[in-house]
């Protein structure tokens, strides 16, 4: 199946961009609507450590707490509510745990809307268990195969959508970031993670439309979120802030390629690169950020995601009890109540206020915020759409145009950096204006570059020959 | 209220490309970049002069002891290469190798360097060490050996690659069973290799599961050494509920516990002391 590659922004202007409303939403199973003129809270619960030694025990465990998520949002009148399982290890592996946890969790989402009306979808993101080194590696290994079993398990099960992290490029990723080398983190997420997705995303939308289940989305978790994580806050010196934003707008280019394969969203949230795939294909988008995630992702942006985001999601939080009840029940309510406050905001008309508060409260604290926020995440998005045909174009000017966002906020004296951000910041657009406009000859180079010296990388993974 | 916010959206919306009504908004009374605060009290300082009682001033250790310190690889590669002719390999990993690194290390750890000036310094210590190996036909004399790992399903290494670094950087010898690792491959490796401590990373709540099992059959086997578990998911409530493990915060911390292991220091007194002994 070809990719549909994007040309042009649907959307027309960045003003027209606002949380709970999407150009496409999208109708899931269970009275679920995306994008269609309100924001839908969305919980994640990690399920707690040692239930899943046993398939009994590991289901129970999954009842519980989806039970609890669904009876919190009775008591506290919510009346939509997106329940996500990202898959640990055994679910993706073990296909019975992955029918049986997604089965057990669709017949309660069937009950409560049924019996009350309440509008509740199951996502399952599968884990991208696939290893580069194992024989067969990314495209033959055992991993994958199990991993497009748990799709087809899921899927089969009734859940409404279904999402993934994949991870190609992140051996060339983790190298690169750690020694700051940009080219390796362009080369790693944007060539061969778009590569490694353009070769997983049409099976995925083969199998789960099959059983009438939404292909949700793919986020740069492993690469781009990888990279934020490790710059950390402020006082970290790992990683230069101006470099992590700049991985970021290069994820905005790789995780397009989801869509361009048939993925319909709401987009899979840990990618903060969503408002920049919202505003290219106007897709539904989950989104987290500090203000309602903070009990798994702490970071530089409190509320700015939430500006353009049409699902809240907590990220994902370990089950345990906390004083205000179990850690399901609690970040229900977080992303319950941060959702209600958005919806009423479109009841009332004063959406793009709102959207431009939540915008304004983080835009210039970081530089990932500032090329997040929704009108830079548009110029980004017009740089990927203008070289859209090509994979590592579209990434390579992607970067260069969260640069010069960034040195325009700076010059402006909109932003602070140190002179380390700014220093890296400047040698990076260098390297990138350096680089080809040749794919063909990027890829042949870094090819040349890396294989050899980044542990497990192997062209072959990509569908590439090797050295 | 309908008014005040729809003067507020025109200002913001303004704003945006940009307009009067944002530069209403005193940011720098809402948040502060504390990195660019705490940078204006480092201005001036050379790094190389921070370091200087470090570095080796005769030749050819000051040469090759700063091109590690550059994490210039090349260099050293052939300046080792040259060294080797006439200076034993010890005396070029102890006077030139390891004091570039060390350098290096410091001033990480002064928070004046970056995690990338590290792992080019390291890169470039260990082409050194791998034409000394090469020429020595064998392995160089180490501190001591560590057995690092990722817990049994899961494939998240950067953690455990980045405390690698540090930990080749500052003369352990490195036993990487890499990742996906099972319980009794880590014991059986731990039993085989008789390290000074082992560690594990895991990022998932899920896969951290495997380090109390590991730790009980270690200290069945009376393997009682420290085991350092790190990662996502992993925090102190977890590693204090089973004997041996030790939280690892963050990869510059290994060759500490390391250093403490060697030193026959016990898991109890590390897992207490550990703020002292390998500071985050």
Redesign the interface.
């Known amino acids: 199946m070809g990719l549909r590659r994007y040309t042009r922004m649907e959307y027309k202007s ?2 027209d961009i606002v949380f709970g409303k999407a150009l496409y939403p999208v109708y899931e199973r269970f009275g679920v609507q995306i994008g269609a003129g309100f924001v839908v809270p969305e919980i994640k619960v ?7 030694k046993e398939l009994k025990t590991f289901v129970e465990h999954h009842k519980q707490f989806t039970k609890e998520i669904l009876d919190l949002c009775l008591q506290l009148g919510f009346k939509h509510i997106m329940i996500e399982q990202e898959h ?3 679910q993706t ?1 073990n296909k019975d745990y992955a029918y049986e946890t997604a089965h057990a969790q669709v017949e309660l989402a069937e009950k409560y809307y049924t019996e009350y009306g309440l509008g509740v979808t199951i996502r399952h993101t599968i884990g991208d ?1 696939r ?1 580069v ?1 194992e024989p067969g590696g990314l495209r033959e290994g055992e991993h994958a195969r199990h991993m497009f079993e748990a799709f087809e398990a899921c899927a089969s099960a009734g859940v409404g959508d279904v999402a993934i992290e994949t ?1 190609g490029g992140k051996e060339i990723l ?1 190298w690169a970031v ?4 940009v080219k390796g983190i362009l080369f790693g997420i944007g060539v061969c993670g778009s590569e490694d997705m353009a070769w997983v995303w049409p099976q995925i939308v083969k199998i789960v439309t099959k059983y009438g289940t939404v292909p949700a989305g793919d986020t740069n978790c ?1 690469g781009a979120n ?1 990279v934020m ?2 710059a950390g806050g ?2 970290d ?4 802030h101006t470099v992590a934003a700049m991985a970021r707008a290069i994820a905005g280019a790789r995780s397009l390629v989801a869509v361009e394969a048939g993925a319909l969203g709401p987009l899979k949230d840990c990618g903060y690169e969503n408002p920049i795939i919202k505003a290219i294909t106007g897709v539904p988008v989950c989104i987290e950020c500090t203000s309602i995630c903070a009990c798994a992702h702490i970071d530089v942006m409190g509320n700015l995601n939430r500006a353009v985001g049409d699902v809240y999601s907590n990220e994902s939080v ?1 089950y345990h009890q906390e004083f205000g009840g179990s850690t399901a029940e609690v970040w229900t309510a977080v992303t319950g109540n941060a959702a209600a406050l958005a919806n009423v905001a479109l009841q009332a008309g ?1 959406e ?2 709102l959207r ?2 939540l ?3 983080d835009k ?3 530089p990932q915020g500032l090329i997040l ?1 929704y ?1 830079n995440a548009y110029r980004i998005g017009k740089a990927i759409t203008e070289y859209g045909k090509d994979p590592y174009l579209r990434a390579k000017y992607a970067a260069i145009e969260a640069g010069k966002i960034i040195l325009e906020a700076y010059e ?1 004296k ?8 700014l220093d890296s910041l400047n040698k990076a657009l260098e390297i990138f204006n350096a680089l080809p406009d040749d794919g063909e000859k990027f890829k042949e180079e870094c090819i040349k570059e890396y294989y050899g010296k980044v542990p497990g990388f192997d062209p072959k993974n990509y569908g590439w020959a090797g050295k | 209220m ?1 008014e005040v ?2 003067a ?2 025109e200002g ?2 303004a ?4 307009s009067v009504k ?1 530069e209403r ?1 005193d ?1 720098g009374k ?2 502060t ?4 605060v ?2 204006e009290k480092k201005l001036g300082l050379k790094p190389e002069d921070l370091v200087k009682d470090l570095m080796p001033t005769a030749e050819p250790f000051k040469s090759i002891a700063e091109a590690v310190f550059k994490g210039d690889a090349t260099k050293v590669e052939s300046l080792v290469n040259e060294a080797i002719k006439k200076i034993p390999a010890k005396e070029l990993v102890d006077k030139a190798l390891a004091p570039g690194m060390q350098a290096v290390t410091k001033l ?1 750890e002064d ?1 004046i ?4 000036q590290v ?2 310094a390291a ?1 470039a210590m260990q082409a050194g060490i791998n034409v000394l190996e090469k020429a020595t036909g064998g392995k160089l004399e180490k501190k001591g050996k560590v057995v690092m790992h990722v817990a049994e ?6 953690g455990k ?2 405390a690698k ?1 540090f930990l080749i950087a500052d003369g352990w010898e490195v036993v990487d069973l ?3 690792v099972p319980v009794d491959e880590v014991v059986k490796a731990v039993e085989e290799h008789k390290p000074v401590m082992v560690t594990g990373t895991a990022l ?6 495997a380090f109390p099992k590991i730790a009980q059959k270690l200290v069945e086997k009376g393997l009682n050494i420290p085991f350092v578990c790190g990662g ?2 992993v925090n102190e409530d ?1 590693v204090q509920q089973f004997p041996l493990g030790i939280i690892g915060k963050k990869a510059h911390q290994a060759p500490k516990y390391a250093e403490a292991a060697a030193k026959k220091i016990s898991w109890e007194e590390i897992r207490r002391r550990w703020h002292e002994i390998a500071p985050v």
């Open positions: 960045p003003d990690a399920p707690h450590a040692g239930t899943e640990v290890f055994q592996w268990i290893k080194e991870t983790d750690a020694r700051g080398d492993s990888t994580f490790l402020l006082m010196r790992e990683v230069a370990d004063q793009k206020t431009d508060l915008t304004l409260s210039y604290r970081d926020a009108d402006a909109k932003i602070a950096l140190t002179r380390w951000e | 309908r916010g729809w507020m959206v913001i919306l704003g945006m490309k940009p944002e908004i940011f809402i948040h970049r504390w990195n660019v705490e940078e990480y928070g360097y970056y995690l990338p792992m080019l890169d399903g899961d494939i998240h290494d950067l690659n980045l670094v890499g990742r996906d998932m709540t899920t896969t951290m599961t996502g998911a977890f």
